[in-house]
């Protein structure tokens, strides 16, 4: 099944795949989330572009997977990915503005 679903500027494009036990989410992540810089507390928006792969098992799972990043839901639930990706983001230490990222007495020496 294909997924093009967008939330708050974040965008899931990918297919889903019904397996056994479990659902298989490949694709990317694509948008702008607006965040918070750490060191200003101003915000700003956080261009983000990258692959995912996640298997959505039900709860509660035990066990480990190299390949893909487990979700637990006992329902396939797209906008409760995506909200949780936007918190995961939103909470990033790397959150800089580019005023702090170029501001001089912020650099280490």
């Known amino acids: 099944m294909q997924i093009n679903k967008t939330l708050n500027g974040l965008t899931l494009k990918g297919n889903s ?9 490949t694709g990317t ?36 997977d190299e390949k893909y990043d487990i979700i637990e839901q006992k329902k396939l639930d797209i906008d409760e990915i995506l909200k949780s990706e936007i918190e995961l983001i939103k909470n990033d230490f790397s959150n800089i503005c580019e005023n702090c990222k170029n501001n001089e007495f912020n650099k280490e020496f």
Request: net charge negative; proline share 4%; with cysteine.
């Open 17 to 25: 795949e019904k397996k056994k036990d479990c659902y298989i989410i």
């Open 29 to 64: 992540l694509e948008g702008d989330v607006e965040v918070e810089c750490i060191k200003c507390l101003k915000s700003f928006k956080k261009h983000i572009e990258e692959e995912v792969h996640y298997k959505i098992v039900n709860p509660p799972f035990s066990g480990f």
